[in-house]
């Protein structure tokens, strides 16, 4: 049972968890997930919300890409800033030019019928409410590499993760 009240998470425990849950359906199409993850990389936040934006980005980058490819993730912590970035790049299929600033509206999807255009959303409000930002890069060139870099940052602190 987790806690409703803000605790220390290590986030790169958490992501590798998410990671974990996606494991089988990525290895069915042959996604290889490759990691850095830099240690004291902490925020405090409701485990489920942190789980949930992560498993958000981990499910859109395994949809976009059908054919296998490779997922890459960044966990550090900028101390400069005092924040913990996270970036998860894929090297699926693009956001296409015309729908990328739609992509945090509500029940906006591209995943007809199965999505529910809630998940960048929902993703964007949890990130907010702890002062974080999400972002996106992309490219869906034909022709080109293609693929879909999201980072979120949020606001770093010290302690001991949480049970993830």
């Not at 859109?60 to 913990?84: F, I, K, Q």
């Not at 945090?104 to 959303?121: D, H, I, M, V």
Request: charged share 20%; hydrophobic share 35%; with cysteine.
């Amino acid at each position: 049972r987790e806690t409703s009240n803000p605790v220390p998470i290590d986030m790169g425990a958490m992501l590798e968890s998410v990671f974990h849950l996606h494991r089988s359906t990525m290895e069915q199409k042959s996604i290889r997930v490759l990691s850095r993850v830099q240690a004291s990389a902490y925020i405090n936040g409701r485990p489920g919300e942190i789980r949930q934006v992560f498993n958000n980005l981990v499910t859109n980058a395994v949809d976009a890409m059908p054919r296998g490819g490779e997922l890459t993730a960044h966990v550090s912590r900028l101390h400069h800033s005092r924040l913990v970035c996270v970036s998860l790049a894929d090297t699926g299929t693009g956001v296409p030019k015309g729908i990328r600033e739609r992509i945090f509206e509500p029940f906006f999807t591209t995943k007809q019928p199965r999505g529910t255009g809630l998940g960048l959303w929902i993703s964007q409000g949890i990130l907010r409410k702890y002062s974080g930002t999400i972002r996106m890069r992309t490219r869906a060139t034909p022709g080109c590499s293609t693929g879909t870099v999201f980072r979120i940052c949020l606001p770093s602190s010290e302690g001991r993760p949480a049970n993830v």
